[in-house]
Structure formats: structure tokens, C-alpha cells
């Protein structure tokens, strides 16, 4: 017989539903078993154990996000936002009334008058500009010369700003290839084919090149880095986007491997700052001083309390939990000079001794969090000794976000080159971005030089201020 329960309530059985089953006897709980069976064979686990990357798991596997008890807005009392009024007025139109439109009836002059500005977005035309380029015979060099048309790339009809724009459409802002060739058929009257797109983007990465490789170096030379990863598909087949982030500069890096030998490679032996990443156990391979995510050992602490209700877990979460939030707290001050600063942070880290010291937990979990605490003693606090290091992971999963967005609307690249080519432009595109850059205009102007001189000019920096 076949209980009244849906998948879903079963893989949730409640202690009443349960024994319901079993008062309707053999034939229905065998059922309810298999059916638990099958269940777990097509979802492959139920409950995904703790060290699964979110990446890894189905959502509909993953928790309803809590509700956030802020209300949106600035808080009452406050300043309204808005927009900031134009610098020129392009025209004027002038409104008066002939006749009462209620009425119909004759109106007298005018008593009062207001004005409203109204910006809007006209119909945008492309601009065609034929170039005639007259050759030269050079005596000294004994061969034609002409001068370098720097609109565009050479052999290119499609015209620098153009190129930026839809190269910074998909590589910035994540729209599809076939979206950003729509767009640029219907809003900006520009046909161009999705595969010509994408050529001209793959001359555009060999070109910033330089850019790429100025990034990774000021991100071995920074002295705090965030690190994150994610996964990738390039041709079908798994890879892994990593993204190594600072203030002013992200740097994005698509891998067959989540490996160590990615960080060997990327950041070599020359990173001498802080890395702050989770504790997933390839960045153990670097030896400078190291900053643990303390959100994702908080996270993790209260999914084990979701499951265990022993009562060794609960004394021992509830420690480790209050000592965390403790340090936190501790580092928000704004007096680390103060006298007492110092013998806090002694403290902080004389409780964390005493809770590795307890190391005979007969609770499997509290052993096991005993045993990475002890494995991460000296990388869990670094953030009360530099106040220039933060305690979470924050900055990576921000800059990773933009990658996972472009990931779900694109979903993959379909070669290594393509891949190539979005770790180049998009790590451009982001940095530009932290540094408060127009990319449009940046890359254009840089296009232009570089077609003149056969040199690419240095990455810009952030403007002061």
C-alpha cells in the first residue's frame, strides 16, 4: 500500500508520520524504504557533509537563506539618496496651456512656473568614418610606408570603442555572447555576428596581456590577499576558477586542477604577506603568515549544532563559538594602542590553548574541530595583531560573485583559449573597476596608443582621493 506522503516528506519523516507508517503495516514501510532508497541513489547524498563547497551542492539541497530583520534603506533620519542633477542642459522647451484641459475652456496668462529636468537615452547611431590612406615611398628605409589608422585593430572593421564595449558586456557585466550581439543589433543599430564578437575579444586578450600579467604581479606583492574558488566547465570538463583579490586589484585564474600547484604557480615563492582564505587544504602549501575565515568556522559550527544535540557538542560549541565572537569583537576596537589591548588578545589566545588541551572528546564531531583548531593555532588570530587583515573571507566571495553570475548565464567556455580569454579580460575589468576607472575609456584610449607606438602603456592606477 502507498502512504499519502510525498518525496519531500519523506526524506523530512516526522516521529508521528513515522508510526503512522508502521500502523498500516508491513507492505507500507517496505515501500517507504525503497522509496527512501531510490531517493538517496538519484540525489546521491541527502545531506552533503560539511566540507562541500556550496559550489557542489544542489540547491535544492541547500537551506532556505534566512530573512534578514533589517529593513531596506537608510535608516529613519537620514539623508535621502538621489540622483545627482546634470552638469548641461543639451535643450529647453517652454509649456503654456492654450485651453483648461478639463474644461476646454480659455485659460488667462501665466501665474507661476516650475521647471523639471528630464534626462532620457535617444536612438543611438553608429558612426561609419572612411579612412583614405595614402602610401609613401621613404628613401632611407626603401620600402612604402603609411600612416596607422588607431580607430581600430588592424583588419578589423569594427571600431575600438565598440570592441571595449562588448568585450567589458560580457566579461564585466556577465551578458551572453548572443545578448551583448542583440543588444548591439537592436539598441546601438550595429549588426556583428556572435563569432566575430568573440575573435575580436581573443585579439583583445593577447593584446592586454601585459595588463594580465601586471595584476598578477601586484597581487604577489600585496600585503593582505584574499583567495577563493569556484568551478568552472571549459569543453565540458571541470576546472576551477580561482580569484585572488587585494583593494586595488583581482586577479582571475581558470585551472584544470584545485590543487596546490595553482598556487605554486600563481603566487610562486616571492608572496611574503597574508593570505586569507578558508580552510580548504591546498592553501596550506603557503609558509607566510595566513588569516582563517572565522564566518565559515562560525557557519560550520551551527550546522553540526543542527544535527548533533549531545551534550559534549553543545558545552563545546558553545566555547569555541563565544571565544570566536569574543576576538571579533575584541578586533573592532578602535584603542589598539591601549594597555589593555595586548592582555586581551593574551587572553584570547590562552582559551583557545585550553580548549586544544581537551583533547579527550568521546563526541566525534568536537574531536574533529579539536584537531583543525590545533592544525590552525597560529592562522586563526592573525587579525588582532594586523588591523589591516579582516577576519572573514568576504572580499574573495565578493569578487568571486561576478564570476558565478557570468557562469550561470553562460555556463561555460568551449575552449582553452576561450577560458583564457576570460581570466584575462575579466580580471582586467574588475580591477579597473576597484580602481574607479571607466572601462570603456580606458581601453580605448590604450587600444589607440597601442596601435600607434606597437606599446601598450602600464595599468593605470587609482586616481588619488
Not at 586577479?251 to 603566487?267: A, E, K, M, N, Q
Not at 569578487?399 to 576570460?422: L, Y
Request: with cysteine.
Amino acid at each position: 500500500m502507498k502512504p499519502a506522503l510525498t518525496d519531500e516528506e519523506l526524506l523530512h519523516l516526522t516521529e508521528e508520520q513515522a508510526a503512522e507508517l508502521l500502523r498500516q503495516g508491513d507492505e507500507t514501510v517496505i515501500w517507504a524504504l525503497l522509496r527512501l532508497v531510490a531517493l538517496a541513489k538519484t540525489n546521491k547524498s541527502l545531506t552533503p557533509a560539511l566540507s562541500t563547497p556550496s559550489s557542489q551542492i544542489p540547491p535544492y539541497q541547500k537551506p532556505a537563506p534566512k530573512k534578514s530583520r533589517k529593513k531596506r534603506g537608510r535608516p529613519k533620519g537620514h539623508e535621502g539618496a538621489r540622483r545627482k542633477p546634470p552638469l548641461v542642459i543639451n535643450r529647453s522647451e517652454d509649456h503654456a496651456l492654450g485651453c483648461c484641459p478639463e474644461c476646454g475652456g480659455p485659460v488667462g496668462p501665466s501665474i507661476d512656473e516650475r521647471r523639471r529636468v528630464i534626462e532620457d537615452i535617444e536612438k543611438t547611431r553608429p558612426v561609419t568614418t572612411e579612412h583614405t590612406i595614402h602610401s609613401h615611398w621613404c628613401p632611407k628605409c626603401r620600402k612604402r610606408v603609411e600612416p596607422r589608422v588607431t580607430d581600430a585593430l588592424p583588419k578589423s572593421t569594427i571600431g575600438n570603442r565598440a570592441l571595449v564595449l562588448g568585450s567589458w558586456f560580457h566579461y564585466g557585466l556577465g551578458q551572453t555572447i548572443s545578448q551583448v550581439a542583440q543588444l548591439f543589433d537592436s539598441v546601438f543599430h550595429f549588426p556583428v555576428s556572435a563569432s566575430g564578437l568573440v575573435q575580436q575579444w581573443m585579439r583583445l586578450a593577447d593584446i592586454l596581456e601585459p595588463w594580465y600579467e601586471q595584476i598578477a604581479q601586484e597581487a604577489r606583492e600585496s600585503a593582505v590577499l584574499n583567495v577563493d574558488e569556484t568551478g568552472w566547465r571549459v569543453n565540458g570538463k571541470t576546472h576551477w576558477l580561482w580569484c585572488f583579490t587585494a583593494p586595488s586589484v583581482t586577479l582571475y585564474d581558470i585551472d584544470p586542477t584545485r590543487s596546490s600547484d595553482v598556487l605554486s604557480r600563481v603566487l610562486a615563492e616571492c608572496f611574503e604577506g597574508t593570505l586569507v582564505s578558508d580552510f580548504y587544504g591546498a592553501y596550506n602549501i603557503i609558509a607566510s603568515d595566513r588569516q582563517l575565515c572565522l564566518v565559515h568556522l562560525l557557519r560550520e559550527i551551527e550546522k553540526v549544532a543542527e544535527k548533533n544535540a549531545s551534550e559534549e557538542w553543545k558545552r563545546f560549541g558553545a566555547t569555541l563559538k563565544r571565544m570566536m565572537k569574543d576576538a571579533i569583537r575584541l578586533s573592532r576596537r578602535a584603542d589598539r594602542q591601549a594597555p589593555d589591548y595586548a592582555s586581551k588578545v593574551n587572553r584570547v589566545h590562552r582559551r583557545l590553548d585550553e580548549l586544544i588541551s581537551e583533547n579527550n572528546w568521546s563526541d566525534a564531531d568536537c574531536a574533529r574541530l579539536t584537531k583543525r583548531l590545533e592544525k590552525y593555532r597560529y592562522s586563526l588570530f592573525t587579525f588582532l595583531d594586523n588591523p589591516d587583515v579582516p577576519f572573514d573571507n568576504n572580499r574573495a566571495e565578493r569578487e568571486i560573485r561576478p564570476a558565478v553570475i557570468a557562469r550561470k548565464n553562460s555556463f561555460h567556455n568551449t575552449s582553452e583559449r576561450g577560458a583564457a580569454t576570460q581570466a584575462i579580460l575579466m580580471s582586467i575589468y574588475r580591477t579597473l573597476k576597484l580602481r574607479g576607472l571607466d572601462p570603456v575609456e580606458t581601453l580605448a584610449d590604450a587600444l589607440a596608443l597601442f596601435i600607434a607606438t606597437g606599446k601598450l602603456p602600464a595599468l593605470p592606477e587609482k586616481p588619488p582621493g
